[in-house]
Structure formats: structure tokens, C-alpha cells
């Protein structure tokens, strides 16, 4: 079946400009993670969502970045007014996680944004 | 504050030999611990997840080890082959429903030479 798709697989902006990443969780997978990975770094924690639970927000750097999820399906992470420290991959993990068991992440390719 | 450390950034292992990759980690109290792989421009994939109640797991020629007292997990690849080439990341959840959320290690970028 269809994995995590991300889009776009590249973006390069501007710094100041708004971003929009985009990801499509495996369809019936309660769970969406996003993650920040700079180079050579591991993943750093964003935002995680839990089906109609309020998200938890608390990996977030800044309140230029804010993420939304529709239901159970598509989450786009906007990062407003970039800078250039905000160059790194943005990797997107959905998970059947429901609660009381301890399941494994699926992990979406990456979006690359490079701000110049 | 919460650390996770990963042996050292790069491996090299002879092929045919086993690797052991470390994890070890401070300050927390995890419930679950997992081993994930990356390639170069890839997302992590998941390999095996090893529960705090448990001391040891093995897939075909993975084997994970954790410790909750020495507060670390040791990941062997039996029989390395080329192909094993890649970043191994551990990372621990708290777990509980609403503590999902997964603490990366930086990884361990681990080559195994022909």
C-alpha cells in the first residue's frame, strides 16, 4: 500500500517568506508526527497529533511555526517569516497508534527546504 | 535535562563481523525503546521496538538489549554485510496514550567494509 507521501521534496525560499509542507499520512493511521532533521543531526521533535486529541505543540522552536491536521488525514506545517536557520529536512511519521500499545512510526521521505 | 548519546557518529565494521551499535541515555524513564535505519536522503525506517519489562529482542540477524539499570540498549547486526551500510537512530517513548512522541539519538552512521 501507499506509504507517507510529503510534498514538496524540495523547497527553496527566501529568507522573510512563508512556507507550507505538506504531508499525507498511510490512510487509518490515527497518529502524525513531524520532525525536524538539520544536517547531520538526529530528529528533533516538532508537533504530534492524536486523533481528535488537542495536538501536542510543545517541539515547536517559535511561534513561526504552527501545524494544522484535517481529521485524520492531510497536515501542513507552515513556518512563517523563515530564517535561515530554519534550513534543514522536515520528515513527517504517521503511526496506528491508539491507546495502550506501543507502535512503530512510518516515516515520509522529507521535505528539504533550504532558506537563502 | 533529557539526553540520549549514540556511541560514536561513525562505525567501521569488517563484513562478516558483528557490529554493536550503542545507546545509552540520562534523565529519563522511557517505556519503550526503538532502533530505526536511514539511508542517505531517506526518512528513518522502523527495524525493532524492545519494551522496558524486556531484556532482549532479535529479528533474523538484528538483536537489541536493554538495560533500564545501566540505562542503555546495545543494537548487534550478526553477519554484517555491505548492505547494512546506513544510520542506525535509537529513540525512547515514555509511552501511555498522549506520550507517543519518540526522543531521537543523533545515529550512529555505521559502514561495512567488503
Known amino acids: 500500500g501507499a506509504g507517507v507521501s510529503q510534498s514538496p521534496s524540495n523547497k527553496v525560499t527566501e529568507k522573510g517568506k512563508d512556507v507550507e509542507l505538506r504531508c499525507d499520512p498511510i490512510?487509518?493511521?490515527?497518529?502524525l508526527y513531524w520532525y525536524r532533521q538539520r544536517l547531520g543531526q538526529g530528529l528533533e521533535f516538532l508537533i504530534y497529533?492524536?486523533?481528535?486529541?488537542?495536538?501536542?505543540k510543545s517541539g515547536l522552536p517559535s511561534d513561526r511555526f504552527s501545524a494544522e491536521r484535517t481529521g485524520e488525514s492531510v497536515s501542513t506545517l507552515t513556518i512563517q517569516r523563515t530564517q535561515q536557520e530554519d534550513s534543514a529536512v522536515y520528515l513527517c511519521?504517521?503511526?496506528?497508534?491508539?491507546?495502550?500499545?506501543?507502535?512503530?512510526?512510518?516515516f515520509g521521505p522529507g521535505t528539504r527546504l533550504t532558506v537563502l | 535535562s533529557q539526553k540520549i548519546e549514540q556511541n560514536s557518529e561513525a562505525l567501521n565494521i569488517q563484513e562478516g563481523k558483528t557490529a554493536t551499535l550503542t545507546c545509552n541515555y540520562t534523565?529519563?524513564?522511557?517505556?519503550?525503546l526503538q532502533w530505526y535505519r536511514q539511508d542517505p536522503g531517506r526518512g528513518p525506517v522502523f527495524l525493532l521496538l524492545?519494551?522496558?519489562?524486556?531484556k532482549e529482542k532479535r529479528k533474523e540477524r538484528l538483536k537489541v538489549t536493554f538495560d533500564t539499570t545501566l540505562k542503555q540498549s546495545l543494537f548487534h547486526i550478526t553477519a554484517s554485510q555491505p548492505a547494512d551500510s546506513a544510520t542506525y537512530l535509537c529513540?525512547?517513548?515514555?509511552?501511555?496514550?498522549?506520550?507517543?512522541?519518540?526522543?531521537f539519538g543523533t545515529g550512529t552512521r555505521l559502514t561495512i567494509i567488503p
Open positions: 511519521a504517521s503511526s496506528p497508534r491508539t491507546g495502550g500499545s506501543y507502535n512503530e512510526q512510518f
Open positions: 490512510s487509518g493511521h490515527t497518529a
Open positions: 497529533f492524536q486523533g481528535n486529541s488537542a495536538p501536542d
Open positions: 534523565n529519563y524513564s522511557p517505556a519503550y
Open positions: 524492545i519494551r522496558e519489562n524486556e
Open positions: 529513540a525512547l517513548a515514555r509511552g501511555g496514550f498522549g506520550n507517543e512522541k519518540l526522543t
